[in-house]
Each structure stands twice: as C-alpha cells, then as structure tokens.
C-alpha cells in the first residue's frame, strides 16, 4: 500500500465492549496531509477496536475504527474529548508557550471541534488530523497544556448563543486578513485586526523555486513570465497572471500556494521576482491569516494580557460562553 498507512502498527488490541459517552468523545480521522485521500461513500467498516494505534512515530489512543474502500485503509480515532484537545494544543503550539496564550488556544480548539462535531454529527468522522482542520498528532500533553484545558473547561465562544467556525492560523504581518479574501465568505466576528507577533520565525521569509516546478504544480508548459496583478484590502496576494507558452492564466494565490505547498509557500503575503529560471518569493507571516494568530496570542500574553483579552482582540463581538 502506497500511502502512510503502510507504517502502522496496531497493539494491545481487543474489541470494545464500551467506550466514553459519545456526547463527551470526538471522532478524528487520521491523515497526515491533504494528498491522502479520505473514505468514499463506499468505505466499510471492516473493524472497531481498542488499543494504541502507531502511524508515523505518532502514538493515537482509544478507539480505532478501521474503514476499507477502494483506496485503501482508513483509521478514525475516538477518544476523550480532554484528551484530543490537550492533543491538539501541543501540536498547534510552540515550546515554553505562555499560559494565557495556551488559555486562548483551548478555548478556539473546543470551539472549533464542537462546531464540527455540530456539523458532522451522524457522520463516520467530525474533523482530520490534519491542517484541513486542525492539527492532532496523538496523546501528547503536558502539566501547563493540561492545566490550560482545565481552566477554561467547557468555554465556548459564541456569535448569537451558538459556536463559531472560530479560525486560527500561525502568524502574520501587519493585520489579520478577511475571511472572504480566502474562501470567499463573511463572518460578523472575523475581522481584520493587528496581527501582533512580530518577532515570530516567519516574520520574514524567502523561498525560492523552479520555474520548471510551478509548471508542474500548475499543469503549464514553458512559464514565461509571473506578476501580482491585485491585492486584498490587507496587502496580501489576490491574483496572479502566469504567462506560458500557449496561454495565459489568472490564479488566485491562494490556489497557488496549495498547489505549491502550503508549508513551501507560507502564505499569500509576498512579493515575486523571476530571475532566469527562478521564482523568487519573499514575505512574512505563515498561514491564510484569518481570524487569531498564535504568535500574536504568544506576544499578547508575554506583555500580560489574558486569554479573555486576547479572544475579544482576534474575534471581535463574540461571547465566551461555559457549556
């Protein structure tokens, strides 16, 4: 089998006779980037066991469904709901993360699994494992991340009494961005404030690459030429005109950089240069930049801010709710 799934081993397994209320677990599909595709209508469920479950050096706990269909294997991971936020945390965050920032952290990853959960319910599955959500390695905690959890247990922010599709993203320069500059959609408590967090390792970066490897990204033959040809109310990229040998395209940047790779081309905050047969990015920021920067969060709770106060920063006209 030619997808990650391949290195998995699965032990201490035994069929569960019971599990956690379901009110109080998630179910998490494991992927380990976009390319992997997920389970089609087709996919059956071929077992449901549990133990622990290794993929890639990553340890998931729980309960293991495994679903079959024509691309292979599938494995989704219920488990407590305490523990795939403490999951969740120490992946998103950076080491020594201040408490008020991990606060603030705990408070968007539950509310961003329930509003899943809320849409998903029924389903074979609520969110990924991965950046197409958010991002869970496993079990992996730590006393602060635990106790980042416990502090603000059952805190939800809200818009008009119900959950928000509550957005983050690394870092960014200058100020956070418009959701509708990305997916093409408007929040009322998404909008665009100071990033903060300047002194994050993406501040400024530069990256270079092939025109030979955007033409394979794009399905072009001989790039010419490449230029920005509008921006978004916040500075970043909105389009671009690539000019090849047999036509000319327009391309939003934000297809550009999933078709260049999303941690190759950290976000759409850049400028271009072509020299001979280079692309030449340079920018800061990493991620869409909508919605709270986790860098900024960092630099708000160092200068002693807390998780409240950084909530009502990065989603203005929200409620934090208990459930």
């Not at 699965?10 to 109080?24: K, P, Q, R, S």
């Not at 993360?97 to 849409?119: C, G």
């Not at 665009?192 to 794009?218: D, K, N």
Request: proline share 3%; net charge negative; glycine share 8%.
């Amino acid at each position: 089998m030619k997808k990650f799934f391949c290195l998995i081993v699965l032990l201490h397994v035994f069929f569960t006779a019971g599990f956690a209320a379901a009110e109080d677990t998630i179910k998490v599909l494991i992927i380990e980037n976009l390319s992997n595709p997920r389970p089609t209508e087709k996919a059956r469920k071929i077992a449901h066991v549990k133990g622990d479950l290794f993929i890639n050096d990553c340890l998931y706990k729980g309960s293991i469904e495994v679903r079959k269909d024509e691309n292979g294997l599938h494995f989704i991971n219920e488990l407590p709901f305490d523990k795939y936020l403490e999951g969740v945390i120490a992946a998103e965050t950076g080491d020594n993360w201040a408490l008020e920032a991990l606060k603030a952290q705990a408070v968007i990853s539950r509310t961003y699994a329930i509003y899943q959960k809320n849409l998903n319910k029924g389903k074979a599955y609520h969110l990924t494992s991965s950046v197409l959500h958010q991002v869970y390695k496993g079990e992996d905690s730590d006393e602060i991340i635990s106790r980042a959890v416990k502090e603000t247990r059952g805190e939800l922010l809200t818009y008009k009494g119900k959950p928000i599709e509550a957005f983050y993203h690394a870092t960014c320069k200058g100020n956070t961005e418009l959701p509708e500059a990305v997916w093409g959609k408007s929040y009322p408590y998404l909008k665009s404030v100071p990033c903060g967090g300047e002194h994050s390792p993406y501040e400024h970066w530069q990256r270079r690459f092939s025109l030979t490897e955007v033409e394979q990204a794009l399905g072009l033959n001989k790039i010419q030429d490449i230029s920005i040809i509008s921006l978004t109310p916040t500075g970043r990229v909105e389009h671009l005109k690539v000019v090849a040998q047999d036509h000319t395209i327009e391309i939003k940047a934000t297809d550009l950089r999933r078709l260049l790779g999303y941690r190759e081309l950290p976000s759409t905050l850049f400028t271009l240069t072509v020299e001979g047969s280079d692309v030449i990015f340079e920018g800061g920021g990493y991620g869409h930049g909508v919605g709270l920067s986790q860098w900024g969060a960092q630099e708000m709770a160092l200068e002693g801010k807390n998780y409240r106060e950084i909530l009502e920063h990065y989603y203005p006209g929200t409620t934090l709710e208990k459930q």
